[in-house]
């Protein structure tokens, strides 16, 4: 069986070097990215040109016997996927720098397979994504949404378009403010930096973050302190999480964060909305538990609107924007489809995730 998979693999591999390789890309992506793949030469793509995620149906159908997948964060890549693509499939670029919608352990697998292939192309199916070119937007968006959620934004301006701005008034509206704050990073990478960067000049007293293990080459570009989830959770006036979804992050804010956090303090989640127990959360803002609460991310996509969360004035919600500028999005698209490219050459990628 493997045999036959790596005979196809092989000849398919040697067959994309010489001609133009079968490309699917799942949406509609920024023009600037089209565009490398167009100028290429050496594909020939098909592209589900909305804005909307392609049915399932129609995906399982269409990646059939493509030598390249470009796709965003709502299409699930697993073993069903693998599958319909078959054994020609040798890259996976995702316009995104989470990658928690790819099935590591089915990617992985396949690949190991070539382990009996000797041909120097065959190498499996590698994956690109699109870390670094978002940091900016991704940390712009976080601050603006914490100073939101902690300045009481959203509230403040239904009040003044509905009638509820009366006299000026000693405590209304009134929030929580960076000056002399402790600020915590749950997970402390490019982002948390460039978030801990920018929170800088509001005063921020001290930063503090943790992680799996201590990080001193970023902690040093900001001074923060590396201490347990415990410790940060107590000491955080503003908690903004920046970890990916792992098995090992799946509900890590739950109750029990919740429940060792100041009143006062700000929740800020712009990773991925799995990181969150939803319900402890709600529990935790409705009960006072927590002063506030800024999502760009959820559980599910969109959230419902019947959902208690948005039933709370101290929660703020988003629509997983933070990437989303122009100039970023065009970047990712353009990153993605290089990615790709160099996958399909057999050539390194700008940005490609070791398996
Ligand atoms: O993973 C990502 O890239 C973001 O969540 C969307 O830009």
Redesign the pocket.
Known sequence: MWLSRVAARSFSVAAAAMQSARVYVTRKVPPDGLEVLRKSGRVQFELWDTDDPVPRAELLKKVRGVDGLLCV?TEKVDAELLDAAGPGLKVVS??????DHLSLEELKKRSLECVYCHFHLCRGIRVG??PDV?TD??AELTVALLLCTSRRLVEATHEAKTGGWGTWRTLWLCGYELANSTVGILGLGRIGVAIAERLKPFKVKKFIYTDVAPRPELANMINAEYVSMDELAQQSDFLTICCALTPETQGICNKNLFSKMKETSIFIN???GGVVNQDDLYEALATGQIAGAGL??TTPEPLPTSHPLFTLKNCVILP?I???SYT??NA?SVLAANNLLAGLRGEPMEKELKL
């Open positions: 964060l995702t316009m995104s720098v989470g990658y994504y699109t978002l937007a991704v712009t990773s991925r760009d991310v997983h933070a990437s989303a970023t999005r990712m």
